[in-house]
């Protein structure tokens, strides 16, 4: 068959499927290494159930199941009435098969025939004809797709469909020599920071953040720190829009705070209201009986029933997106990501975030026997603030898992970041000024921490500079209490300290009117820098 090539079936064409399935004897002997090799055929027991039709119904399949097997967990008579469906009804000639032996890989085609009951010693079994391809060169986990090691890594995993592997599969039985697999690695590459993305933040050339993608190819998960104003969540996101071509499909943004868990974040179990079996048998009665029984004139049970579904969260959503779209990049932003409880929110993938190319059972299992990783084409860009002393620092193992860029006022490319800002629109550079000047008081009450800087987001926006208080609102509203708790218990008078008219004192910057204000010694309109701000 041709590689890609639909199955004909009547007058439709059926895409062709993919299947992994695994067989042993009673001894646990894996049986492509004799009646399934030697016989080309695969089998699936059915031991002790009765004889099926190829289109009886999941439901029927399960009620028979349910019947003869009634002393097995509900979840292993589920898992047997799929896979006899599967067997049954939905496996065709044409489709792909793959079982292992250990490490060695097993490929071949299903032969034309519908699936059969035939008595062994071994006891009743579904069996369909195989045309194996490798069984005597066999493949190992090593040749194939990374993404197909997780299914065929886990020898516990039962009959599962592969059929979103089928194009590697075809290449795998060399029915298309021209191609090669898609290998361990996506296609995804990150581009280099632009200018264009730098004057997009305001800074002068992309030097930090080309060094941001750097650190993202050599490890995919990068936290950007620092104190408060300094840009760090608008950095993130405009990193995720131009590391995914400006895709908003493939950006996802979460916040963390303290009651932040596994289930928000990758998936669990929730509420679903629907309507009861008495809603649905109301529906159609006149509206002079809405609310009251027909038969009895008794109010109706309005209440809806309630169910729990497993719903994927943000980080699987997105993982699953990223497996299938492998040329393309996806960027997960935690906002906050220090103020949840990182070892509750990330559970089993605190693993996978140090080994990418590895697999992992999920909690829930809803896996389903395939295993699941994040794929290399997914990047996480976490922020942290460093002068919230409310949140705990992170851990040593979630640290080992991340590189660390600081974004701080003292320091490039935050330091002259306001300055910049406020010349490009061609705005007086009081705010910088005071700013410096506030940040050199802060740091000379508090030399031993750093991290009770202020940042220069506060002032970059347009309000702030074209109302006749802008600037003082800010400073009452946002700087002063921001002071008040670095400060808190020290009986400092923040205001005597840090208030705006002091620092205007201190800089010779008099109050001015309309948009801003000027040096006291400069012509109007003509803003000067404070004394030390410039290298």
Request: hydrophobic share 35%; with cysteine.
């Amino acid at each position: 068959m041709v590689a890609g090539q639909g199955i004909t079936t009547g007058e439709s064409e059926r895409p062709r499927h993919a299947w992994l399935i695994r067989g042993v004897d009673l001894a646990g002997v894996p049986l492509i290494r004799s009646v399934w090799r030697d016989k080309s055929v695969c089998t699936l027991s059915v031991d002790r159930l009765p004889a099926l039709e190829s289109e009886t119904d999941p439901k029927g399949i399960r009620e028979v199941i349910d019947t003869y097997c009634a002393d097995l967990s509900a979840s292993r008579r589920n898992e047997i009435a799929v896979s006899i469906h599967i067997f049954l009804s939905r496996m065709e000639g044409g489709d792909v098969i793959v079982t292992t032996d250990g490490d060695s890989v097993y490929l071949g085609e299903f032969a034309e025939g519908a699936a059969t009951y035939v008595s062994t010693g071994d006891g009743t079994v579904l069996q369909r004809p195989v045309k194996w391809v490798n069984v005597d060169t066999p493949l190992t986990v090593d040749d194939l797709p990374r993404h197909l090691t997780g299914p065929l890594g886990n020898p516990s995993a039962g009959l599962l469909e592969l059929s979103d592997s089928i194009a590697d599969l075809e290449v795998l039985l060399d029915e298309d020599p021209s191609r090669t697999p898609s290998g361990s690695v996506a296609d995804a590459e990150l581009p280099d920071a632009t200018q264009e993305l730098a004057e997009k933040l305001t800074m002068p050339d992309p030097e930090w953040l080309q060094e941001c993608v750097e650190v993202l190819r050599d490890r995919p998960q990068l936290i950007l720190y620092g104190p408060s104003g300094t840009g760090k969540t608008y950095t993130a996101l405009a990193l995720a829009r131009h590391l995914t071509g400006d895709r908003q499909a493939n950006i996802r943004l979460v916040q963390f705070h303290p009651s932040y868990s596994y289930e928000d974040f990758f998936e669990g179990f929730r509420p679903r209201a629907f309507p009861s079996a008495k809603q649905e048998g109301e529906k159609g009665m006149a509206g002079s009986l809405s609310g009251r029984d027909r038969s009895s004139g008794g109010p109706v049970d309005t209440r809806p029933d309630i169910v729990f579904e497993l719903v994927s969260g943000p980080l699987k959503a997105l993982a699953e997106d990223a497996e299938r779209s492998k040329g393309e990049t996806f960027v997960l932003v935690i906002d906050e990501i220090n103020r949840g409880h990182l070892a509750k929110v990330f559970g089993e993938l605190y693993f996978l975030l140090e080994y990418r190319a590895e697999h992992v059972h999920l909690l829930y299992g809803s896996d389903e026997g395939r295993r699941f990783r994040l794929p290399p084409n997914l990047v996480i860009i976490g922020t942290m603030n460093t002068s919230d002393r409310s949140i705990s620092f992170m851990d040593a193992a979630m640290r080992r898992r991340f590189s660390f860029m600081e974004l701080h006022p003292a320091r490039k490319p935050v330091r002259y970041l306001l300055r910049d800002w406020l010349e490009k629109r061609k705005l007086p550079l009081d705010a910088a000024i005071l700013l410096d000047a506030l940040n050199t008081r802060i740091e000379r009450a508090r030399l031993d921490d750093r991290d009770f800087r202020i940042g220069p987001s506060y002032f970059m926006r347009p309000a702030v500079h074209t109302h006749s208080r802008g600037l003082d609102r800010v400073w009452r509203y946002q700087i002063l209490p921001l002071l008040t708790e670095l400060h808190w218990g020290d009986d400092v008078d923040v205001e005597a300290e840090y208030g705006l008219d002091v620092l205007r004192q201190e800089t010779s910057l008099a109050a001015g009117t309309g948009h801003g204000a000027v040096r006291a010694d400069s012509p109007a309109g003509a803003p000067t820098a404070a004394p030390g701000a410039t290298e």
